[in-house]
């Protein structure tokens, strides 16, 4: 199966969050990415909603349940019991969860198996319960798939962050290399391959032709950037041109 585009919409709830008014609109932005051709649509609400709030998820989840059956709803976030409660109504298809602090801005770094590991294999069972899939984010370390399959997750998530803000060859062909390996890491120890953060039309291409494993990408910011200058529809169908979708 080719690799699919889910946009994050976070970025959109955050510019609607700067004034009382109910525009730019989640759902109404969701929309034109999905009809541009989005595999899913994916959220991220913390505790302060900051950004998306716990009504945006359950208006999406509506839509998507209504008008765009077959679509993916991605929710993540740090698997406290409100999060955990809100996946369980609003029944998404995939649960990624991230090891955030409530105050971090983004999320930055995956997470320690060692000392989480007994906790997430709990918290994965839970969800199985209800059919989720669920993904864990992870460092790109080749280390981090075998453990991710071994307290029970579906796939991983990899933050690309290092890869996807390198500005220089330099910089960036070290952390390429740690992704790939962390990528093919996965497919030996056969749990599902996504990635996000930092990840944009430009150097999308090179990751995807280098792990033919990698399932879907979740991208937010960059999508949200250059849907200022292209529009949504547009942005939508370059990313999945990038991503090697016609």
């Known amino acids: 199966m080719p690799c699919q585009l889910s946009v994050n919409v976070n970025a959109i709830a955050f510019l609607r969050n700067r004034r009382d008014l109910p525009w730019p609109s989640v759902e109404g932005l969701s929309r034109v990415a999905l009809e541009a051709g989005a595999h899913g649509i994916t ?4 505790p302060d909603e900051r950004h998306i709030r ?4 359950t208006v999406l989840r509506q839509m998507l349940l209504k008008d765009w059956p077959g679509r993916e ?3 993540e976030g740090y698997p406290d019991e409100r999060f955990l409660a809100l996946c369980e109504m609003e029944k998404p298809e995939q649960v990624t969860l991230v090891p955030d602090d409530p105050s971090q801005a983004t999320s930055d770094h995956g997470w320690d198996f060692d000392r989480d590991g007994a906790r997430l294999s709990s918290i994965i069972a839970r969800l199985h319960r209800s059919g989720f899939r669920v993904s864990l984010f992870v460092d790109p370390d080749p280390a981090a798939p075998a ?4 307290v ?3 796939r991983v998530e990899i933050y690309t962050g290092p890869y996807g803000g390198a500005l220089t060859e330099a910089t960036m062909r070290p952390a390429f290399d740690k992704v790939v390996a962390t990528g093919k890491a996965a497919a030996a120890a056969d749990v599902g391959l996504n990635a996000g953060h930092d990840l944009t039309r430009e150097n999308l291409p090179r990751l995807v032709t280098a792990l033919p494993n990698l399932e879907e990408v979740s991208i937010g910011h960059a999508i949200t950037s250059d849907a200022l200058m292209f529009g949504m529809a547009e942005t939508v169908r370059l990313f999945r041109k990038a991503i090697g979708q016609s």
Do not use: E
């Open 54 to 57: 716990r009504t945006d998820v």
């Open 147 to 150: 453990k991710a399959k071994a």
């Open 73 to 75: 709803f991605n929710i």
């Open 43 to 46: 959220v991220h609400p913390r």
């Open 152 to 154: 029970g997750a579906d």
